[in-house]
């Protein structure tokens, strides 16, 4: 199950980053340096449909500092799209804590989730969820534009987040005038624009060829250079080993957690 792109792709220019602080510096959290990103507590999180309980995740606690680009792996079935979807306030948890850059957010409701999401997280998906009939700048301004942000101001931003992937020369082309790899790097554009806390990443090399792959994971790294906090989820251990942190759920649960040269990658 891949993260709640279902119910997110139809309002995929809501679920991005929307602040509207200056964007793409580096570092740009420093007031919530001494912060954790993500910290979660004991989190629990329950399916029930009639007579079934599906003890998803079964008390998950973990800390990520700001700066850190973490994989999540784990065989299928393990509970790593229910984590991903309540990192990123996509779902509530049933039960636990979990503060993201500071705010506590585990007993917020839709609406007040929405609005952390579209503050604090920049997501990427497998698929895109570029807009087709937009142009690329028009896909990166819109989360600018559900802020409220005006329009020269947008253009602009999107045209610095478009040249920071790359894509400087290629603003008016539509998605299905651009490769795979350069679409998925508009969307990291685009996930970039409101200058999250947090870029969330579900697969994002899964639809794409060996070369755009390492296209894009040379682009995660140099958001991990410039300490942008990245998790992404993954199946892939040359995905997994750019990262330098790797957590692997099982059965609802955390079953290892390395950092740095420690990571073993099987
Ligand atoms: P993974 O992403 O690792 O494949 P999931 O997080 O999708 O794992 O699923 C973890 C467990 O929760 C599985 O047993 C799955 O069947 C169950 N599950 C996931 N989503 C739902 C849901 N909406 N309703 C009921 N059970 C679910």
Do not use: W
Request: glycine share 8%; aromatic share 4%.
């Amino acid at each position: 199950m891949g993260l709640a792109a279902g119910s997110v792709a139809v309002r995929a220019v809501a679920v991005v980053s929307v602040a509207s602080a200056p964007m793409l510096e580096s570092a740009a959290h420093a007031a919530a340096d001494e912060l954790p990103v993500i910290e979660l507590n004991d989190v629990r999180k329950v399916y029930s449909t009639g007579q079934f309980h599906v003890e998803a995740l079964r008390g998950v606690s973990l800390s990520i500092p700001q700066g850190e680009y973490v994989a999540i792996m784990g065989p299928s079935g393990s509970g790593k799209s229910t984590l991903m979807n309540i990192l990123g306030c996509l779902d509530v948890l049933t039960s636990g804590r979990y503060l993201l850059a500071g705010e506590d957010v585990s007993m917020m409701d839709e609406v007040d989730l929405a609005d952390v999401r579209n503050r604090q997280i920049g997501f990427v998906f497998q698929h895109f969820n570029l807009l087709p009939s937009l142009t690329a700048m028009r896909n990166v301004e819109m989360p600018l534009a559900y802020a409220g942000v005006p329009r020269e101001r947008r253009r602009q931003e999107a045209q610095i987040a478009l040249e920071r992937v790359g894509l400087g020369d290629r603003v008016d082309h539509r998605p299905g005038e651009l490769s795979g790899g350069q679409q998925q790097r508009a969307a990291v554009a685009r996930a970039l624009v409101g200058d999250p806390a947090l870029v969330l990443a579900d697969e994002p090399t899964g639809n794409l060829d060996s070369s755009a792959t390492a296209d894009v994971l040379d682009l995660f790294d140099e958001l991990h250079q410039q300490r942008r906090t990245v998790v992404l989820i993954t199946h892939e251990a040359d995905v997994a080993k750019r990262a330098n942190r790797i957590i692997r759920v099982s059965d609802g649960a955390v079953a290892s957690d390395e950092s740095g040269a420690d990571r073993r990658i099987q």
